[in-house]
């Protein structure tokens, strides 16, 4: 690990995230090297005439901040003296961060007056997927100057990845400049590939101004992932700036993971306004399990801002799953804070789908602190409760992995005709994990 000053743009290739969350693409890249170091290790007094051996010992040293900025002051100062023995001393660096380090630094500096030059170096010198980083700190350069000059530099770079950090390096430098000239040269790219790109990143940094616009204009242009990253994002941005819009939105989403995690977005935002409004929005949800999630996420803050009236929401809804899913989430919540008081709560339901549902609720919450007390309890349920084996098990399974040999001890003495003999059985089992 190095600890170089670097700020990836928003430029990161799509085919690096690993979730569709856009967040993950917002890294800028400006490559610094500060004149001074934050610590000076108290050997490197260094001669000019033998930078190369200076920087030969600061990579010797053991602590990573020291030697990352001492490596990167004295590489800047034999690049100042000489470029090419700064390129040359670059190159004999073993694959490593230093390696990426001394990399991104030199090519940077030679793409300040030679960009043909630093690209035609980084075919040649890029080693790793971090080293690739470099083509964006290039074209992130290029981008603060004229868009139409810098744009046949990519015919420098090769295809894949590489050639995605450039296209959204230059397309959030110059979004940055002049937000309509970039978006009117992204949508205008002949390749599918890099339009793909430009769009995407061009949108990302509209969605800081007018998410509502960026939401419009992704769904024209984009599709796929970088529809989904891009949506991701301008919704974020609108649910925290414009709630009641962002509703309207999410409700007219196709099914799918974005409508899913957009509407909990907006859920849990309304829920700490007003939770009896975001119960009202989410029963205009198209799809009864997408209601039945972000109740749920409703519930929770609901249940720490006033348990009370979150019950009383709870009690009052007409028999079926719904209110069962319901009873189960509210108990599981407030087992989480008061077990005895999620007891208490659940004794109020009239309906014995939601009391069981609320029974296993608080087994599982209050087994999560406290498993032997859950256990305990549950097992005290009448034999006759359906519930019962299933709240005991899951309130077992904490009291094993914290305590196995007593949570085994504790199954053993149940007498043989107890519902539970599956649990005696499976209590060795666990007891070995």
Do not use: C
């Not at 990399?103 to 971090?130: C, H, I, N, W």
């Not at 990519?154 to 590489?162: A, Y």
């Not at 009052?316 to 007891?343: E, H, K, S, V, Y």
């Amino acid at each position: 690990m190095w600890f170089w000053p670097v700020r990836l743009p928003e430029n990161t290739p799509a085919a690096g995230l690993h979730e569709l969350n856009p967040s993950a693409k917002e890294i800028q890249i400006t490559v610094e090297i500060p004149r001074e170091p934050a610590v000076r290790g108290p050997t490197l007094d260094v001669r000019t005439d033998n930078l190369a051996s200076a920087l030969d010992r600061a990579l010797q040293e053991s602590n990573p901040i020291t030697r990352s900025m001492e490596f990167g002051r004295l590489l800047r100062e034999l690049f100042e003296q000489d470029p090419d023995a700064a390129l040359a001393y670059v190159r004999e660096i073993q694959q490593g961060s230093a390696y990426t380090q001394g990399l991104l630094f030199v090519l940077q500096s030679l793409g300040k007056t030679d960009p043909e030059r630093a690209l035609a170096l980084a075919r040649e010198m890029v080693r790793s997927r971090e080293d690739q980083a470099v083509y964006s700190v290039l074209f992130d350069q290029m981008g603060n100057g004229d868009l139409q000059s810098a744009w046949p530099y990519l015919n420098l770079v090769p295809d894949g990845e590489s050639r995605d950090y450039a296209v959204r390096a230059l397309a959030g430098s110059s979004a940055k400049r002049d937000l309509e000239s970039a978006l009117n040269w992204a949508w205008n790219l002949s390749d599918a590939q890099d339009r793909t790109a430009a769009v995407e990143t061009v949108l990302m940094s509209l969605a800081t101004q007018d998410p509502r616009r960026a939401i419009d204009l992704a769904q024209q242009f984009l599709t796929g992932d970088a529809l989904d990253r891009a949506m991701s994002r301008s919704l974020e941005i609108l649910t925290a700036s414009d709630i009641q819009a962002a509703s309207l939105v999410v409700s007219q989403l196709p099914p799918g993971t974005l409508q899913t995690r957009a509407a909990v977005g907006v859920a849990r935002a309304l829920a700490e306004q007003d939770p009896a409004s975001a119960v009202s929005w989410v029963s205009t949800l198209p799809a009864v399990g997408l209601q039945q999630l972000a109740l749920h996420n409703v519930l929770d803050l609901w249940s720490a801002q006033d348990p009370e009236a979150a019950g009383q929401f709870v009690t009052r809804l007409p028999p079926g799953a719904g209110q069962d899913a319901a009873a189960g989430d509210l108990a599981q919540a407030m087992a989480a804070a008061d077990p005895l008081a999620a007891i208490h709560w659940a004794e109020t339901l009239e309906v014995d789908s939601a009391w069981n549902a609320a029974m296993l609720g608080i087994a599982s919450a209050w087994a999560q602190t406290e498993p032997e007390a859950a256990t305990r309890w549950a097992s005290n349920l009448t034999a006759d409760n359906p519930v019962r084996p299933d709240a005991i098990k899951s309130a077992l399974s904490y009291w094993l992995l914290e305590d196995a040999s007593s949570a085994v001890r504790f199954v053993q003495a149940f007498p043989d005709n107890d519902l539970t003999s599956t649990l005696k059985r499976l209590a060795p089992t666990f007891a070995q994990r």
